[in-house]
């Protein structure tokens, strides 16, 4: 099968579009005929040698597929070959055939193309995990939302748009991505207000449009660097969710605020999950988002879709951090 493939760590160049065997299908397992995965913030990682694949996934770079089901192991039923279908990946959906856990496959609703279906798995999930599971938004609370214009923290103002709708939504961004989260929320019918990070303490800008109460949730991907601003920005019994350390792993914490303010601090990564607790999280997705998605009610916000074969450019475009909304990469016609 066609795939990306790396033969080292490093930048973008490392990636190269050859051939590589097809994955096997194992009991439980279902083969994928990807027609489309989409460029996630953790293939970077793994690309530079920080974020190995699980014991048994591939080593291929993807951590979701969409296409059509392809052949299916020994213990699966409520599959069958052709039927359209998206993933969550432990790895290979930068390939022609990627194999997923049988409990991590959910249909496709028709109204969603094979693009937009490969935007959902990681970037949904991850947000929907977090949250509305780790860090509990309430409908009429509010969530601060750091990095507009990425696909987690858009898929984030979607989800709120149908799981919290009376929920106060502040999202972080740079300059100039502020008008298009404003846009976008106002599209959404979203309460929302952009913060611009690059002229304003975000901290002290949550606390005016809070009447100094500050947010009840934050998502956060930065991680050290904001820490002290994300306590300050964090009303009495707020959580923070912490998603990723792209701005360091270390800072020195108040305790004393956060024993004051009563304060919880949740950490999650999704990848490394054991199998059964991912096909527990996916089914509850199912349960309260999936529907939303077959109406029409929400659908991924794609920036834009390259061939499998530019794989190294849409990492540069993602590093970059010029996109709105996710990069895809079409496998499959």
Known sequence: MKAILQDAFG?????????????????????????????????????????????????????????????????????????????????????ELAVAHAGHVLKTPKSLSVEQAACIPETYLTAYMNVFGNARLADGETVLLHGGGGGVTTAAMQLCKVLAPRARVLVTASTGKVERVAALAAELGLDCAAIDYKREDFADAVLRHTDKRGADVILDHIGGAYLAQNLKALAVGGRLALIGVMGGRKAEIDLARVLVQRIAIVGSVLRPRPVDEKTALIRRFERDVLAHFAAGRIAPLIHRVYPLAQAAEAHRAMEAGEHFGKLVLEVAA
């Open 11 to 95: 930048g973008p160049e490392v990636l190269r579009f050859g051939e590589a065997p097809a994955p096997p299908v194992g009991p439980g397992r279902v083969s994928i005929r990807v027609g489309a995965t989409s460029v996630n913030r953790p293939d970077i990682v793994q690309r530079q040698g920080n974020y190995p694949p699980p014991p048994g996934e591939s080593p291929i770079l993807g951590l979701d597929a969409a296409g059509t089901i392809e052949e299916v192991g020994a213990g699966v039923t409520g599959f069958a070959r052709g039927e359209r279908v998206f993933a969550l990946l432990g790895g290979g959906g930068y390939a």
